[in-house]
Every structure is written in C-alpha cells, then in structure tokens.
C-alpha cells in the first residue's frame, strides 16, 4: 500500500428510536459520501450497553429499527457495507489492543462519560469509561480515513487520532521491519516515516452539526431525554411532528432578518437550524425568508416542512420492519463484508505488537 484507501465509517447506537438529530447530524450526511469513497455504516450495539443492558429483546428490536432507517434515508446496502458492530469480533479485539494504548488522563477528560456517568461516576461501568477506546477501534478495524458524524462526537475523535498517532509511535520500527507501513501523509521530524493507521478526519460540518432539545435549546437532542416532547423521534407520525413543533420553547420575540440576531436566542437558533438542514438551504436563507415574522407563522411551515420530508422515510422503515428477513439478510451480508476488511488489518496489528501467531 503507498498511501491509504479514502473510506468512510461511522455508525449509531441501538439505544431507542432514532431522532432527528441523528438523521440530520449524521445518517443523512452519510447518503451522498456513498458516491464518493467507500463507506461503512455500522450499528452500534457494542456501545448500546455501556450505559446498562437494555431488555435482549428490546435490544434486537432497536438494532433492526436502526437498520432500517439506515435504509429509508437513503443509504444503499449495494454501494455501502451495513452491518451490526457484535458480528465483526475485529472491534472487540482492537478495543482491548487501544484500552492499552489510551492513558487515563485521556479518557478522564472526556465530556461524554462526565455527562453520562453524573454525579455517580462510581457506579458507571467501565464500558461506559472506555467507549471512546471502542470508538477508535469501530474506525481504525477499517483504517478509515473520513468520520462523519454531529459536532458531539469531535471530542471522541480526537482521541481516536491520539490513539493512532501513539501506536504509530510506539510501534515504529515494528511496522517498518514488518513493511505493514504506509508513508506518513504528514510526515514532521517528531513523526516516523512509515505508519500503520490513518490520522481520521472528522466530518462535522453544515446547519445541522448540533440539534437541540425542543424544550431546552441549550441541551442536545438525544434518545435518553425522558421528554419525548425534547426530540422529533423518525418514527413519529405527521401528527406527533406537529404537536412536538407547536409545543416547541420559543422566546416572544419575531424571527430576525441576519444570523447574527440568533445569538443568544438557543431555540430560535436551532428551528432555524433544523428548517434549514430539512431544506437543504442556510440559515441565513431561512431567515431572507421568514425574517421579521412571528413563531406562530414560522412554526407551521417548520412542521409542514418535517412531514414532507420524514413521512416518506417513516412509511418506509415500517414497511422494512414488517419484513424481518429484508433486514437481516443486509446486516448478515454487511458483516461478511465487513469482516473481511477488518480481518487482514487485525492480523497485521498482532504481527506489529508481537502476538505469537501459530494458525
Ligand atoms: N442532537 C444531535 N444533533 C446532531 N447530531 C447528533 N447525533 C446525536 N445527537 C445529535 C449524532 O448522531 C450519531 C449517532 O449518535 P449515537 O446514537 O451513537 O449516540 P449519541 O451521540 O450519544 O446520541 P444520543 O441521541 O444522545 O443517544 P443517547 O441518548 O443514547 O446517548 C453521532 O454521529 C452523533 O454525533
């Protein structure tokens, strides 16, 4: 290999329905990048017990459910590989390899877990303390090069970029005496010449990098917040979508005519946001737009505009989740694929970290 292969990776927790922060932070960004380099999109669900084991049935549930969104948005099981995480052993393993590599300061400085774990840090598994360790293990199984993903995971990536750059390091002359080494995209006189995994780039980008609760525009959207009126689930229906949008927290004041009027005004920033991802336009378009008017004439465009665009979506992910067998044989197929990228790349990294090998 003289330099390394463009490929996508990222993925979602089976942790609940997905919402409209996820499809618009990140499964909807993945649908035009399958034109443009291979791209891996993985269910999670390694990561879905690090915060305690949901119901094994539940579990199985959310893993199809995600699967098919994965589906409805758009992303093609012929041009991209899709697949549950449990079935490619090569993330486990890694994960260990990488536990060894990280240093506690790094993973004690992550947000993540602070937010996660709260007050009873004590009692949180040390899963829930080392998914970032997993994280990079989900990318660099595939020496993936491109991570899309919304603006709450930067964080965890640049640990993933740490954890590659340190193996890099500390296994230098491994990998060279091994040829395993590509030449270093970035070579600098602190950096070896030949490194074994890529420097991941994050793709955080657009108006939707971070969706906000819709009863607290300073909190993210997320799966966890026992609100449901917080978030717009994908498989809510036209009406559901309606009511969560009108009951939506706003503040008394007319839309403003430029951007910088949404400072300091965190819902009105993030309805504007999410009009704007829904429409495929920017926020100051929005605002050219509905400039001066009031949320009782921005919010029923908003809702009208989130049907138009998630029911087709919504229809199709029940249709796929009345066919059982649609799904599994995707996932089944997907991580055949998969595993056979993630193989050769582990057998390599046993080589470089001196694992006897004798089959
Ligand atoms: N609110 C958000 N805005 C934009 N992007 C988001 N993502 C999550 N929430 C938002 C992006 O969705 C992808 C998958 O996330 P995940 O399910 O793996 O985990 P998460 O980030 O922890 O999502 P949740 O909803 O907050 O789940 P819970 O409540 O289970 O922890 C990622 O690319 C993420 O950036």
Redesign the pocket.
């Known amino acids: 290999m003289t330099a390394f292969h463009n490929r996508v990776f ?7 329905n ?10 909807s960004r993945w649908v035009p990048l399958q034109d443009q380099m291979e791209t891996i999109f993985c269910v ?1 669900d390694l ?2 017990i690090t ?1 305690g084991f949901p119901d094994p049935a539940t579990l199985r549930h959310a893993t199809r459910e ?1 699967t098919a969104a994965y589906l409805a948005a758009g992303i093609d099981a012929s041009k991209s590989i899709i697949f549950n995480q449990s079935q490619v052993r090569e993330h486990a393993e890694l994960a260990w390899i990488f536990n060894c590599v990280a240093r506690m300061g790094w993973l004690n400085r992550m947000t ?1 877990f602070k937010e ?1 774990a709260g007050k009873n840090k004590e009692n949180a598994s040390v899963g829930l303390f080392a998914y970032p360790n997993l994280m990079a293990a989900d990318i660099l199984a595939y020496r993936a090069t491109h ?7 930067k964080q965890h990536l640049e640990l993933t970029r740490d954890i590659a750059a340190k193996f890099n390091n500390d296994f230098a002359a491994s990998i060279k005496e091994l040829g395993l080494g590509v030449p270093n995209p970035t070579p600098s006189p602190e950096t070896p010449e030949q490194v074994y995994f890529p420097l991941t780039e994050p793709m ?1 980008a657009g108006p ?6 819709l009863r607290d525009g300073t909190k ?6 026992p609100s449901d009126l917080s ?1 717009i689930n994908l498989t809510d229906d036209a009406d559901a979508i309606s009511k969560k949008i009108k009951k939506a927290k706003t503040d008394p004041d007319a839309l403003p005519s430029e951007t910088d009027g949404l400072k300091d005004r965190p819902e009105a920033d993030n309805l504007v946001g999410i009009y704007a991802a829904l429409a495929g336009m920017t926020k100051q378009d929005v605002l050219g737009e509905y400039g001066g008017q009031q949320f009782s004439a921005f919010k029923p465009a908003l809702s009208d505009l989130a049907v138009a665009k998630l029911s087709p979506m919504t229809d199709e992910m029940r249709r796929l989740m009345g066919d059982q067998a649609e799904i599994d044989k995707v996932l089944k197929d997907g991580a055949e694929r998969a595993s056979a990228i993630a193989e050769p790349i582990l057998k390599d990294v046993r080589r470089i970290v001196g694992f006897l090998e004798l089959r």
């Open positions: 990222s993925g979602v927790q089976p942790t609940g997905l919402h409209l922060g996820n499809y618009l932070g990140a499964v999670v990561h879905a915060a995600v993540q996660k991570v899309p993903v919304g603006d709450d995971q955080i939707a990098t971070r969706i906000m609760s993210k959207m997320s799966k966890s917040d978030r």
